[in-house]
T-cell receptor
């Protein structure tokens, strides 16, 4: 069984540009979660999607957005990139309402803003 | 305002000895706690969890203890092995919000 896959692995963007990160969940999982791991800050919750709807979002500005497609894959968009957006972006998937018990993480996308 | 705190950024332990990783939380409404392990260039993987109705959960070499009155939990690894060297994250489930709240992590180094 394939795990959670994220692409690209690495992404380098210039300040002010837009970045698009992609995530394919484990087959059968309907929920996708996005987390940011910036240096020294641990994992910060960004967004939760389930059944194509945004269910919850963390304390991030609106330029962080995303969507979930009918096949449950998801993309995270970061507009107007700032230097402090440089971080590892992790995607996780689970069955609905797993409450974190059934989280499976991908390996992440390393975004560098220069 | 950090709701889940791991105050030790790093811990170094000799192989065969006990590793104790600590975690504190601020919200007494948290009902489920989890530990994740993360190797470099990989995503975090689930290690062990505990419900707030218990005070101990054991899985092989890993035991998690929960002290609700102190809002404190700890992960014990006995005996520690070099392959346990990783970053360990403590996380709390705040309920029906879907997301987990993570601490900043503790980097464990097990020396042969």
């Amino acid at each position: 069984e394939a795990g959670v896959t994220q692409s690209p692995t690495h992404l380098i963007k210039t300040r002010g540009q837009q970045a698009t990160l992609r995530c394919s969940p484990i087959s059968g999982h309907t929920s996708v979660y996005w987390y940011q791991q910036a240096l020294g800050l641990g994992l910060q919750f960004l967004l939760w999607y389930d059944e194509g709807e945004e269910r919850n979002r963390g304390n991030f500005p609106p330029r962080f957005s995303g969507r979930q497609f009918p096949n449950y894959s998801s993309e995270l968009n970061v507009n107007a990139l700032e230097l402090e957006d440089s971080a590892l972006y992790l995607c996780a998937s689970s069955f609905r309402d797993a409450g974190g018990y059934g989280y499976t993480f991908g390996s992440g996308t390393r975004l560098t803003v220069v | 305002d950090q709701q889940v705190k791991q105050n030790s950024p790093s811990l170094s332990v000799q192989e065969g000895r006990i590793s104790i990783l600590n975690c504190d939380y601020t919200n007494s409404m948290f009902d489920y706690f989890l530990w994740y392990k993360k190797y470099p260039a990989e995503g975090p993987t689930f290690l062990i969890s505990i419900s707030s109705i218990k005070d101990k959960n054991e899985d092989g070499r890993f035991t998690v203890f929960l002290n609700k009155s102190a809002k404190h939990l700890s992960l014990h690894i006995v005996p520690s092995q070099p392959g346990d060297s990783a970053v360990y994250f403590c996380a709390a489930n705040p309920g029906s919000q879907g997301n987990l709240i993570f601490g900043k992590g503790t980097k464990l180094s097990v020396k042969p």
